[in-house]
């Protein structure tokens, strides 16, 4: 298996796993290989260095590490502008496709009929629920208008499937 740090046109860093060269190069010329984060299919490999597992002689036995065990939940931390000011981009990705993926998990797509649905609500005509879906600049500019409250967010192609 080999583990390829990868690039798009936009420089958003990633990872793919490929059986062989020859896989990643068949999926790159098949436009398969694109960035999780805007779908860019221009993918480029960055300069890396090989991983080597070098495990310790037999019957000798490494020492052991301690590591740092925090309870996880499900309550999203919401970090500082001065926190989110001092992420790399590489910190920043991840935490927008965390953010994204949050999204996803935890709202239902309505779709086209999201102005529909988001108006419903407002007025009491429906239950409110988190949704997500399809609204052009003017339907969001109308919402806007009408004091409901809405946000857009580009959603990676890879991500509107089913979650994994």
């Given at each position: 298996m080999k583990v390829l740090d990868?690039?798009?046109?936009?420089?958003?860093?990633?990872?793919?796993?490929?059986?062989?060269e020859d896989d990643f190069q068949s999926q790159l010329s098949r436009q398969l290989v694109s960035c999780p984060l805007c779908g860019d299919t221009a993918v480029q490999k960055k300069?890396?260095?090989p991983r080597l597992n070098l495990s310790s002689p037999r019957g000798e036995q490494e020492p052991s590490k301690s590591t740092e065990v925090v309870p996880v939940d499900n309550t999203p931390i919401v970090?500082?502008?001065q926190e989110v000011a001092n992420l790399d981009s590489n910190q920043l990705q991840a935490a927008w496709m965390h953010m994204v993926r949050h999204v996803v998990a935890n709202t239902e797509d309505v779709g086209t009929k999201f102005s529909e649905e988001a108006r419903k609500?407002?007025?009491?005509?429906?239950e409110h629920r988190n949704i997500r879906g399809h609204a052009?600049?003017?339907?969001?500019?109308?919402?806007?208008?009408?004091?409901?409250?809405?946000?857009?967010l580009p959603?990676?192609?890879?991500?509107?499937?089913?979650?994994?």
């Open positions: 990868l690039h798009c046109a936009h420089l958003h860093n990633f990872e793919g796993w490929f059986a062989s300069l890396s260095a970090p500082s502008p609500m407002h007025y009491g005509e429906a052009t600049p003017a339907e969001t500019e109308s919402l806007l208008e009408e004091g409901i409250q809405v946000m857009p959603v990676p192609e890879a991500l509107k499937g089913p979650l994994q």
